[in-house]
């Protein structure tokens, strides 16, 4: 059932590692404005990535300035404000809900070394006291040696900051500590599991011996609320910064591990999830099943459990590229800066003469060590033909860690692609060659985590019902795979994964 209501906006904001971005919704997930501030982070050769929190409310003061002068609204018409964003960036705060030095976004292996001693712990292979066979299967998800996970940063913190983290009250996801810069009280989602493996799926509790396996202080970490709870108001000086009107209510929301879900319009679909942002992953509905797979993540949202591959390589890769190989574009606009790479990648050929790329962040299986490169190199490789095959690799990444959900679930004849390489159609027609499936395509694909946070708020009103959600969000474009193409990239695949295995 759809109740309507006029003039009633969702305001959502996202946080991202390199972006912020804020979208204007009607409760039915029609986007009515978008505004994108790209952020600088402090990311110094072989050291830590890091950005300063406080600098978040003022790229939102800036967006909003983007709304404001772009759309026609009026501040009164906006009846809920809710703040989704990437996991694992971490905020060390003071008992006033103040940023006591900058946030961490990635340890870049720094921390290893600790997260080798707690796998190597005797006790981590003996949880069966919590009747569960081992980490995976508690807290849907295990470490793994992964830089960009929130236990890395609160291992840093604990390991190498010891000062800070004495000091620190509470550490926060970075929707969270914007949300209390806003008015709202301190809290957690139940989807922070996947990245510091801590929270117990089935109850959304803290699980108090694997703190100590890690030795965290559960003190330090905020109480967990469901999604689309009311957490607060928009305070007085948040509001005239923002140009809004004050007690705005403030709605948690989940990270965008669940809102790209509920936005592209999966909750209750079967088709896979390509996220393709600057980071990449794949996620798929797997029914009610628990997973004990220390390659799968699985987390519960809407009575529904649902698998997610580890992270690997997106827009950072062509980032990489783009300031190392004489690709500068100072376009501002995502999508514009990384127009010249795609344009490049047409120029070689399918499988890029024979050159093979594996993504960042991807687990090598015998010795769970980090690796990427490319292979089978030659001289007479060019440019076009590098920079495709950084695009073929992640696709082909993505693919692999599609066919490991698959064991556990029905097959599906479709993916849908979001986030902004998903607003590119020769990335998406590689898609759909590689996967060799057709390739959904949604409305604004750059912005489906902004719309599920939305459409979060819409359930917890009760303006739509979860089954609604399907209906709302139609596909912009379906894009269907090319035989001949499809049937070479078979092939192709079929050596990706020899590298990949035995790298």
């Known amino acids: 059932m759809i109740n309507k209501s006029k003039h009633e906006y969702i305001l959502s904001v996202e946080i991202l590692a390199k972006q912020l971005q804020v979208g204007l919704f009607d409760y039915f997930g029609k986007n009515l404005a978008l505004a994108k501030i790209m952020l600088e982070n402090d990311e110094p050769n072989y050291a830590i990535s890091e950005i300063d929190p406080n600098d978040w409310l003022a790229s939102l003061k800036a967006a909003m300035r983007v709304l404001f002068a772009r759309y026609y609204f009026c501040a009164e018409d906006i009846s809920a404000i809710t703040i989704t964003g990437d996991f694992g960036i971490i905020v060390p705060t003071d008992n006033k809900g103040n940023a006591i030095r900058k946030a961490i976004i990635n340890t870049n292996g720094k921390i290893d070394y600790a997260l080798e001693d707690i796998l190597k712990d005797k006790s981590f292979l003996d949880l069966d006291v919590f009747k569960s066979k081992n980490w995976s299967k508690e807290a849907g998800s295990q470490p793994l040696r992964a830089s960009q996970e929130a236990l890395s940063a609160l291992l840093y913190f604990k390991h190498k900051l010891d000062a800070i983290y004495n000091q620190t009250d509470l550490f926060l996801e970075a929707k969270d500590f914007l949300a209390i810069k806003l ?125 997610h591959s580890v992270r690997f390589g997106g827009l950072n890769v062509l980032d990489f590229f783009i300031k190392n190989f004489t690709l500068e574009n100072n376009s501002k606009d995502e999508i514009e800066k990384f127009a010249r790479f795609f344009e490049l990648a047409q120029q070689s050929v399918s499988g890029a003469h024979k050159l093979f790329f594996v993504p960042m962040h991807a687990q090598n299986y015998s010795n769970n060590e980090t690796f990427s490169g490319f292979y089978r190199t030659q001289y007479q490789h060019k440019t076009a033909d590098f920079v495709r095959s950084v695009l073929e690799g992640i696709i082909f990444f993505a693919k692999l860690k599609f066919s490991e959900i698959q064991k556990f679930t029905s097959d599906t004849e479709e993916i849908t692609a979001i986030g902004d390489m998903a607003c590119n159609p020769f990335f998406v027609q590689l898609i759909a060659d590689i996967f060799a499936r057709n390739v959904n395509v949604p409305d604004h694909p750059d912005a489906a985590s902004l719309r599920g946070a939305a459409f979060l708020v819409s359930l917890q009103k009760n303006r ?22 499809s049937e070479k990239y078979a092939y192709l695949y079929e050596k990706f994964m020899q590298i990949n295995y035995l790298s």
């Open 183 to 307: 008015g709202a009280a301190p809290f957690s989602t139940p989807d922070s599991a996947i990245s510091n493996h801590f929270v117990d799926i089935s109850d959304n509790q803290y699980i108090p011996k694997l703190l100590n396996i890690c030795g965290i202080d559960g003190k330090k970490l905020p109480p967990i609320v469901a999604s689309a709870m009311q957490i607060g108001e928009l305070n007085a000086l948040a509001a005239e910064e923002l140009g809004l009107v004050k007690d705005i209510p403030i709605f948690s929301a989940d990270s965008i591990i669940h809102t790209n879900i509920l936005g592209a319009g999966l909750l209750h679909q079967n088709s896979g999830l390509f996220y393709a942002g600057h980071d990449a992953w794949i996620s798929q509905s797997i029914g009610s099943k628990l997973l004990n797979n220390k390659e799968i993540s699985t987390t519960i949202f809407s009575n529904r459990t649902f698998a």
């Open 464 to 485: 739509i019902t979860p089954e609604d959600i399907a209906s709302l969000v139609k596909a912009e474009k379906i894009v269907e795979p090319d035989k001949k193409g």
